[in-house]
């Protein structure tokens, strides 16, 4: 039963992973095909503006600074608009093609804002402070019900802390009993005074 409820989660898990990708393959397919459709129309319009227009001359003529390598980069990334686009987003440039698409793909957090990481921190203070007898008393963790308060309802916490003390007496010897007994937990003893 547990091995096919796994079989079942694998190919499911699969299924998704083939989706991700077919996804991904149509969303580069109609970017190309958009591209494509720009650079026609483009074609389109510098023939019907003629060859002598100053328009097309100044936008297909290089830079004709000799020294001017800067010239010459800007140029060539402002010609092809996909990676001028790409270099203007820098580093949040994403190939997807390069991933590996796993199976059990799992789920990423979205950027913490700094509000969040601050909920973060305060919480994580929250939980090392120590509540104060008032704090205590107010919210009622110092009060234990009527029927716990008899103490019948310990005497059995004592045998097992008696046995508890007889294996570590057997466990250690009589050579190490008083470095036992100071290491034991008294939880459950009986502590007469």
């Known amino acids: ?17 083939l989706e991700r990708r077919f996804a991904v393959a149509k969303a580069e397919l109609l970017h190309q095909q958009k591209k494509n459709k720009k650079l026609s129309v483009d074609e389109d319009a510098k023939e019907t503006l003629g060859s002598n227009s100053s328009i097309s001359d100044a936008s297909t003529a290089t830079p004709s600074k000799k020294g001017s390598m800067a010239d010459k980069i800007l140029h060539e990334l402002l010609q092809s608009g996909d990676s001028a686009q790409k270099y203007m987003q820098g580093s949040r440039s994403v190939k997807i093609d390069n991933w590996i698409l796993l199976d059990n793909y799992v789920q990423g957090r979205p950027m913490s804002t700094g509000s969040h990481i601050r909920a973060l921190k305060i919480h994580s203070k929250r939980s090392k402070r120590h509540m104060s007898m008032k704090q205590l008393k ?19 916490m004592h045998e097992m802390w ?7 007496r057997k466990i ?5 009993l008083a470095q036992c ?8 003893a009986l502590i007469l005074g």
């Open 181 to 188: 007994l100071l290491g034991a937990d008294l939880h459950g």
């Open 162 to 168: 008696k046995g508890y003390m007889n294996q570590l």
């Open 1 to 17: 039963m547990a091995s096919t409820a796994g079989s079942q989660d694998q190919r499911k898990r699969t299924l998704e992973a």
């Open 138 to 156: 107010k919210s009622g963790a110092l009060k234990l019900p009527q029927a716990l308060q008899k103490f019948d309802m310990f005497k059995p």
């Open 172 to 176: 250690n010897g009589k050579n190490q």
